[in-house]
Each structure stands twice: as structure tokens, then as C-alpha cells.
């Protein structure tokens, strides 16, 4: 079984800064793409950012160029740091990974969710 685990949310002021860190532990053979999504109350879940694991992103348009996703392949571990946050980026955030276990299955694993709060 494969457990990601979130750590680093809170509350910040405009313009502040956070950085989210998601671990992957158990029985893990591969981590292939991973992925910071958030869900604000009321809201659908949307994507926020991805990262393949040659270290290719992606990220939605309303945080290009604040937010940046990397990812230590060797500590199984994703980051999301966030700069110049703004109120509307108030939401839970999970992290996710595609993931290959140690009997080769394949599949997509959910972490527990962090909560991001930005307001004065």
C-alpha cells in the first residue's frame, strides 16, 4: 500500500509565500507523473500544477508564474512553492502521484489534503 502525506499549509497574507511538500512512502516500484490539484469550498477540484518524472511541468494558468512544482525522485517527495498568493488561492490542497508498486500495478494515489489560507 502506497500513503502520500502533505505537510506545509496554513495561513499567509497577500503576497505571502508557502511551500507544500507531499511524501510517498510504502511499496513503491515507480512514481511516474505527480500533481498538486485544490479544491476551494463550494468548488470543483481543479488541477494546479503536474510534473512528469523526467521533471516536465505543467500548470494551470491562474498560477504560471508564481507557483513552481519540482520533485526530489530520490526522497519520493513532490513540492509546490507558492509565491505571491492571493485570496482566491484559499483552498485545500491534495497532492497526487501516479504510482507503480512493488507488484507492478498501477495506479493513482490521493494524499489527506493540506489547507491553504490567504487573508489579511
Known amino acids: 500500500q502506497v500513503q502520500l502525506v502533505e505537510s506545509g499549509g496554513g495561513l499567509v497574507q497577500p503576497g505571502g509565500s508557502l511551500r507544500l511538500s507531499c511524501a510517498a512512502s510504502g511499496s513503491i516500484f515507480r512514481i511516474n507523473d505527480m500533481g498538486w490539484y485544490r479544491q476551494a469550498a463550494g468548488k470543483q477540484r481543479e488541477l494546479v500544477a503536474t510534473i512528469t518524472s523526467g521533471g516536465s511541468t505543467n500548470y494551470v494558468d491562474s498560477v504560471e508564474g508564481r507557483f513552481t512544482i519540482s520533485r526530489d525522485n530520490a526522497k519520493n517527495t513532490v513540492y509546490l512553492q507558492m509565491n505571491s498568493l492571493k485570496p482566491e488561492d484559499t483552498a485545500v490542497y491534495y497532492c497526487?502521484?501516479?504510482?507503480?508498486?512493488?507488484?507492478?500495478?498501477?495506479?493513482?494515489?490521493w494524499g489527506q489534503g493540506t489547507q491553504v489560507t490567504v487573508s489579511s
Open positions: 497526487n502521484a501516479l504510482v507503480t508498486d512493488g507488484y507492478l500495478r498501477t495506479g493513482d494515489c
